[in-house]
């Protein structure tokens, strides 16, 4: 009984370890992802980031998005000058380059990391509001 005690509280310490490490991130559809931009709508510590290039960018992209362009020489120096305390929404086309991003994210310490795993294409398809430059 004892053995089988102490092997759940290892067990439990374990977890706990592993499940709260920061850099954390979570996938989530075009319809979470809509229901928490709205939920932190107005909110100077919610961030939308678009990662495509400025040329995907222009044609269209979620409203109030920041665009870093994943595949430029310098991404890596431009996210570590973002605030790493806020919360990130990160999406891209199809879900690759934003995975990639996260990833760096999560590399430098971010804290609060949602991936927009479906991407801009099915964000469209769904009819999703865009905007364009």
């Known amino acids: 009984m004892k053995k089988g005690f102490l092997c759940l509280s290892i067990l439990f310490i374990i977890i706990s370890f592993t499940t709260a490490q920061p850099g954390s991130n979570k996938n989530i559809t075009c319809k979470q992802a ?8 107005q909110d100077a510590d919610f961030i939308i980031l678009d990662v495509r290039t400025p040329e995907e960018f222009k044609i269209e992209h979620i409203e109030n998005a920041i665009l870093i362009d994943y595949r430029s020489g310098d991404f890596k120096d431009k996210i570590n000058q973002l605030d790493k305390k806020k919360t990130y929404l990160v999406y891209c086309r199809g879900g690759g380059r934003s995975a990639g991003a996260i990833e760096i994210m999560k590399d430098l310490d971010f804290i609060s990391l949602y991936h927009l795993y479906e991407g801009m294409e099915i964000w469209k398809n769904e009819g999703y509001k865009t905007v364009s430059e």
Do not use: F
Not at 34 to 41: F, R
């Open 34 to 41: 809509m229901e928490l931009i709205q939920k932190h709508n």
